[in-house]
């Protein structure tokens, strides 16, 4: 993620967010086959981020 903010940056743009998101693929389902699952969930409870407003304008 910091290579692809630095390289987006030096060309101009600006990054305000960025996230590392494990899904299944939509197309090539082998790929991540069962993401997210019940572990991702406890690590990253997203669902979280939906009851404040704190990240949301």
């Not at 990054?15 to 969930?41: C, F, K, T, W, Y």
């Amino acid at each position: 993620m910091l290579e692809l903010s630095d390289c987006l940056t030096s060309q101009g743009f600006q990054v305000i967010a960025a996230a590392a998101v494990l899904a299944e693929h939509s197309m090539l389902r082998s790929v991540a086959a069962g993401r997210p699952n019940a572990d991702d969930q406890k690590l990253a409870p997203i669902k979280d981020l939906y009851k404040s407003n704190e990240f949301f304008y």
